[in-house]
């Protein structure tokens, strides 16, 4: 997606790029934010380091081979940050168009969750991160769910492990599935959650050798 968001001549570059701002945009909306940047600055900051990637075509030197995705982009926020009276100057509100619409209030709120924790900017930029892609990998799964008819179940399930509210068998009634059933059907639903997880990350590392520690990583952070 990254890459081609970079290829000026390709026919899904704009779709490709407006998926990466839309994904991305809650971390690097936190991490601003703990610059000690109020809210409508936060906003228009994040547009403006959206609107210089796009005007310089940063997405085109985003090479897989060096490294997490993750990192590229914190290193390129900080670099903006440093620099960015100028920016500011052209990109206050009403002064240029979006590159995304923006839901400020979850991201806000997001940010202030992220306080409650006590961590370091960067940590709580990570821990965006992480839930940014288990998000995405539950969006997904969601929508298998509802092509194959299991959206109920997948409704049920706690993802992340435990048992169903209710227990299995307030499951196996609602549903009209046998106990034993519906233990098999969790299993697979939270395999499949597993691979979507691993496959999110794995497009943002530069092999699949890093995946599993980058899923170790980013579930470590996001349970601290």
């Not at 081609?4 to 690097?28: F, I, Q």
């Not at 227990?167 to 597993?194: D, F, N, T, W």
Request: net charge neutral; hydrophobic share 35%.
């Amino acid at each position: 997606m990254v890459l081609a968001a970079g290829r000026t001549d390709s026919l899904h570059a704009a779709e490709a790029l407006e998926k990466l701002c839309r994904s991305y945009w809650p971390p690097l909306y936190s991490y601003i934010r703990r610059q000690g940047y109020a809210p409508s600055d936060a906003q228009d900051l994040t547009q403006a380091f959206f609107a210089k990637l796009l005007k310089k075509n940063f997405w085109a030197r985003a090479d897989p081979q060096q490294g997490r995705f993750r990192s590229f982009l914190l290193t390129a926020l900080r670099n903006f940050l440093s620099d960015e009276r100028d920016w500011v100057r052209t990109a206050k509100r009403g002064g240029g168009a979006s590159i995304i619409s923006f839901e400020e209030h979850a991201s806000e709120e997001r940010f202030q969750e992220g306080l409650a924790h006590n961590v370091s900017s960067e940590h709580q930029f990570d821990r965006q991160w992480a839930s940014t892609v288990l998000e995405q990998a539950r969006a997904k799964l969601r929508q298998e769910c509802i092509d194959s008819g299991k959206s109920a179940l997948y409704e049920r399930v706690p993802l992340l492990g435990g048992e169903t509210e209710g227990g299995y068998e307030s499951v196996s009634q609602e549903l009209g599935m046998s106990v034993s059933a519906i233990k098999s059907a969790v299993s697979r639903l939270r395999e499949r959650y597993g691979d979507l997880v691993r496959e999110e990350v794995a497009h943002t590392v530069a092999s699949p050798a890093e995946v599993e520690g980058e899923v170790r990583h980013l579930l470590t952070v996001i349970g601290s």
